[in-house]
Nanobody, 120 residues
């Protein structure tokens, strides 16, 4: 089992910045990906950004150049720095960790979600 505790989020005006954090604890293995997804009302959950333990990152096209993902492997924590926020970034943001356990079985866990609201 893995527990994910998110922090950050809130209300910000367009053009502003927010930083999300997510700390993982529990049965964490060395080969995992941590990332952030978001879900806006009436829309499907989508990947925002993800990063491997080795530091390789990928981003949704809609956030490239504005959002930066980072992780501290020693703390099992992933961060999402969100700059130049737009109203369309409004959503519930979910932390995610997935990978393979010692037996090669895939696992995935989700945080409880944190609301990000960008006003115009």
């Amino acid at each position: 089992q893995v527990q994910l505790v998110e922090s950050g989020g809130g209300l910000v005006q367009a053009g502003g910045s927010l930083r999300l954090s997510c700390a993982a604890s529990g049965s964490i293995f060395s080969d995992d990906v941590m990332g952030w997804y978001r879900q806006a009302p009436g829309k499907q959950r989508e990947l925002v950004a993800g990063m491997t333990r080795g530091g390789s990152a990928n981003y949704a096209d809609s956030v490239k150049g504005r959002f930066t993902i980072a992780r501290d492997n020693a703390k099992n924590t992933v961060y999402l720095q969100m700059n130049s926020l737009k109203p369309e970034d409004t959503a519930v943001y979910y932390c995610n960790i997935d990978g393979l356990d010692y037996s090669g079985t895939y696992y995935a866990y989700w945080g409880q979600g944190t609301q990000v609201t960008v006003s115009s």
